[in-house]
């Protein structure tokens, strides 16, 4: 099969519909939306595209911020994608995603379990913005490559956030949603009109998350999402003065 992603300027890359290039981006695209995290073999399978294109189609959707590169090669939906799905408007998302960075890292670091943003979406979803794995060998791996991704809020720790039932502890335990030997904790993180704009949480097997660690951690996972929440509510002030 002759890879034909240069001739962009030639006859046989066009259609009656457009230049043959959009429509293999547009497909890698959906399919990365349809059913990822997926892995580049998988992608190229699934478009029957050659490998060496569907990288580079890729590598280009990444560069734009359209799809996410996981540390296990899978790839999933990127920011820039991301904003579109969510119901918080995209400047608080775009500050949520800047802002998250260093202080999930943080988080994971403290707690040494992996830690997960997320935010409304339409129809009782929710968004992933952002995770940050944990280096343990024996970690949560229900939930990697979650980035980017849009899920139901039913039932999950993130949707009980989301909706506001959380408890006077200022935080949410239940068993994670995907693997009942896991343990989620959640906590809000609020705009400056005390509105929860997403959820900030840890995931990793129960048997490390039991008894006595879950008030510390859940305390941890809480100063992490009020100091998200500050940093948040500061840029806002800021920009609002600016105008």
Request: hydrophobic content about 40%.
């Amino acid at each position: 099969m002759t890879d034909r992603l240069a001739g962009s300027e030639g006859s046989q890359d066009e259609s009656p519909q457009g230049p043959q290039t959009v429509h293999r981006a547009l497909e890698v695209l959906t399919l990365v939306v349809d059913r990822g995290p997926l892995a580049l073999s998988d992608i190229a399978r699934a478009s029957k595209l050659p490998t060496s294109t569907t990288s580079r189609m890729l590598r280009v959707l990444e560069h734009w911020g359209y799809v996410s590169r996981a540390r296990d090669g899978q790839y999933s939906l990127g920011p820039r994608f991301v904003q579109s799905r969510v119901v918080n408007d995209q400047a608080s998302v775009e500050d949520l995603v800047d802002a998250s960075g260093p202080i999930m890292s943080r988080l994971t670091e403290q707690t040494s379990e992996s830690s997960y943003l997320a935010v409304p979406s339409p129809a009782n979803t929710c968004t992933f913005l952002r995770e940050v794995q944990s280096s343990l060998p024996i970690r949560y791996v229900g939930f990697d490559g979650w980035e980017g991704r849009t899920v139901p809020m039913g039932g999950s720790v993130t949707g009980e956030v989301l909706d506001g039932r959380i408890p006077d502890l200022g935080y949410v335990v239940m068993v994670a949603v995907q693997d009942p030997d896991a343990t989620v904790i959640g906590a809000p993180v609020r705009n400056a009109q005390g509105q929860i704009i997403a959820a900030l949480s840890i995931a990793g097997p129960s048997f490390r998350m039991g008894g006595q660690a879950v008030a510390a951690l859940g305390e941890a996972v809480s100063s992490a999402a009020t100091e998200l929440a500050e940093q948040i509510n500061s840029r806002a002030s800021q920009g609002a003065s600016k105008r």
